[in-house]
Every structure is written in structure tokens, then in C-alpha cells.
């Protein structure tokens, strides 16, 4: 079931010459624009010595802040991005950018990195930020992996989180059913190219003698359940991938969230089967559904020229956030 709210930004409607889910997936990556205002890093040092960076666009001081956490293998050249941040500063709003630990273009120095349950790095940063700017409104948008890690970052901390309202699209509300649909058919593409970005960050960050597991076991993972089984679950304390699995979906959050939330999703989205998208009774009475039958993954791109793409999806995030000020 869709709650709806009377604001005509709620429906979306695919361009007709994208119709398709994987053409809805991947023509943001071919489209997208580049970011327009100037970006400014900043380090944040956590307290196990790791650190974690934040690129900043807008400077407005005092207006709302919008922290985005990307998704897997993300960056400020996913498609996702630039249109967004370009959005969020064009209203007069800043952009902080989160990239997740080892994420960046700097290894981080910890035998760790992110993973789909990692929160509380996230609630270190966003504690920094709320200390500076009593009194700024604070907002959080999560795509992909980084929904479900705002989402059960929501669930964990209910009404002590500290953001006024918060967005998640094309969640893996169940990483169980999102890893084995990526098993399947045209998905393997998106697996092959997710796995390939995150093998090379582990070798780039890991010299073979140095390596916390061997560059000939990373190698052999085909799928995301030996990468994590590999790597991932050991190397953050799962006892394995199931468990990680099952600790760490998000799903198990959403009845104890206590911030205005909206969650995004197409079922048409090729990460995972339509089974997954929560029903009304599986979420809080603070949770909106925005479920559209079209989409793909992080996709939501309409247009009525062929070329000419249109992004829904920056439209009805900051439609949401604006109601909620």
C-alpha cells in the first residue's frame, strides 16, 4: 500500500522512451549533469582513530542541511549526486555529503570499512554537525545501501534521533533477497560491476602480505554472498554472512521509527523482487510509502522528449523536506 499526500509531485511517471527498469537504472549515469556549486572537504576523526569524510556545497549559513549517504560502491560521480546536491543548493539549502569509511579517495587506516548495518559512524558525523549548528534544521537522505543504513539508524535511536525528517530510496530492505535476486538474469550486470569496484578498493588499500584476507580469496568471490561471507562479515564481527544478513536488514526497524520518514521505491527495481517493499503495517505511522510501479533502482526519470530526462526523484525528496521544516 502508497500513502499519498494532495501534492501532485507524489505520482511519477516514466519517460515514455524509458519504460524499461534497466534503462531507468542505468540512464542517470549516462545523463546526469555535474555538480554546480564549489565543494568543500572536511574531515571528521572518529574516536577509534579511523575518520570519515564530508564534502559540503552551499553556503548559507544557518539554512536547513541535508546529509546524503550514498550507496554501495558510491561517490560524487554516482548519477545520483550532482543532481541532488544541485537541487538542495539551488533551494538555498546546504549539501554534506557523506562519504562512508574507506569510501573516499583516500584508503581509511582501520582493517575495516562500511557495510549495510554500519550506523554508528553515521551518528558520530551527525552528532558533530548538530553540536555546531544548534538550531539548524537537519535532514538525511540514504540511497541504496545508504537508506538502509538511515533506516535502521531511524529504528535504532526511534524519537532520540536527531534529524527533523528523513528520505530513503530503492532501499535493500532485506539483504538476504536483495543478494540472491542479483543472482539473476540481467542483475548479475549490476553484481559484476558492484563486486569489480569493491574488489579494486581492497586491493588499492592492501598490499597481498598486508591484507587482513588473502587477495586470492577476494579474487574467487563471484557473488555478494562469498564477498561477504569472505570479507565483509569477518572482518566487522558477524559471526557470518547470514548473520550479517539477517542483523543488519532493515526491515526489522521500520515499526520503531519516530522521525517523519519517506521511503521511495519502484517495484520494478532489478536489485530485488517487489516481496520486499514493506506494507503499511510493517512500518511506524511516521513512515510514508511513495511505492511507484516504475523506476528501476535510483532511477525515477521522466520526460516527455526523448534525451530531454527529467529527475522526479530530486522533486519530491525536497517537496518532502520542505513539509516537514
Not at 544557518?62 to 544541485?86: E, F, K, M, R, T
Not at 543504513?149 to 525528517?165: D, F, T
Request: with cysteine; charged share 25%.
Amino acid at each position: 500500500m502508497t500513502k499519498t499526500t494532495k501534492n501532485n509531485i507524489n505520482e511519477f511517471k516514466p519517460a515514455w522512451w524509458l519504460r524499461n527498469k534497466h534503462l531507468q537504472t542505468m540512464w542517470p549515469r549516462l545523463s546526469r549533469r555535474k555538480i554546480k556549486s564549489p565543494l568543500v572537504k572536511e574531515r571528521f576523526e572518529l574516536p577509534d582513530g579511523d575518520f570519515i569524510d564530508i564534502a559540503w556545497a552551499g553556503d548559507n549559513a544557518y539554512s536547513p542541511i541535508v546529509v546524503i549517504l550514498h550507496g554501495l560502491g558510491g561517490s560524487l560521480a554516482s548519477p545520483y549526486a550532482a543532481g541532488l546536491i544541485n537541487a538542495i543548493t539551488a533551494k538555498g539549502w546546504r549539501a554534506a555529503f557523506m562519504y562512508f569509511r574507506g569510501a573516499s579517495d583516500e584508503p581509511n587506516r582501520l582493517h575495516r570499512s562500511y557495510h549495510s548495518g554500519e550506523t554508528q559512524d553515521f551518528n558520530f558525523v551527525i552528532n558533530e554537525i548538530k553540536k555546531r549548528e544548534l538550531g539548524t534544521p537537519l535532514f538525511a537522505v540514504g540511497f541504496s545501501l545508504g537508506g538502509n543504513v538511515l533506516l535502521k539508524w531511524l529504528g535504532e535511536l526511534k524519537e532520540k534521533a536527531i534529524v527533523k525528517a528523513a528520505v530513503a530510496i530503492s532501499v535493500p530492505f532485506d539483504l538476504t533477497s536483495a543478494a540472491n535476486q542479483l543472482q539473476t538474469g540481467f542483475s548479475k550486470f549490476y553484481q559484476w560491476y558492484l563486486l569489480a569496484r569493491l574488489k579494486r578498493k581492497y586491493f588499492e588499500k592492501f598490499k597481498p602480505d598486508r591484507a587482513p584476507v588473502d587477495h586470492r580469496l577476494i579474487k574467487k568471490c563471484r557473488n555478494f554472498w562469498e564477498f561477504d561471507d569472505t570479507l565483509t562479515a569477518p572482518l566487522h564481527g558477524f559471526y557470518s554472512v547470514d548473520d550479517y544478513y539477517q542483523r543488519c536488514s532493515s526491515k526489522h526497524y521500520l515499526q520503531d521509527i519516530k522521525v517523519p520518514t519517506l521511503i521511495i521505491h519502484a517495484q520494478d527495481d532489478p536489485f530485488m523482487t517487489s516481496t520486499v517493499i514493506p506494507q503499511k503495517h510493517q512500518v511506524s505511522s511516521c513512515v510514508d510509502l511513495a511505492i511507484t510501479a516504475k523506476g528501476g533502482h535510483v532511477g525515477f526519470v521522466s520526460g516527455r522528449i526523448p534525451g530531454k530526462a527529467e529527475y522526479w526523484l530530486d522533486q519530491r525528496i525536497l517537496a518532502f523536506l520542505k513539509e516537514k521544516l
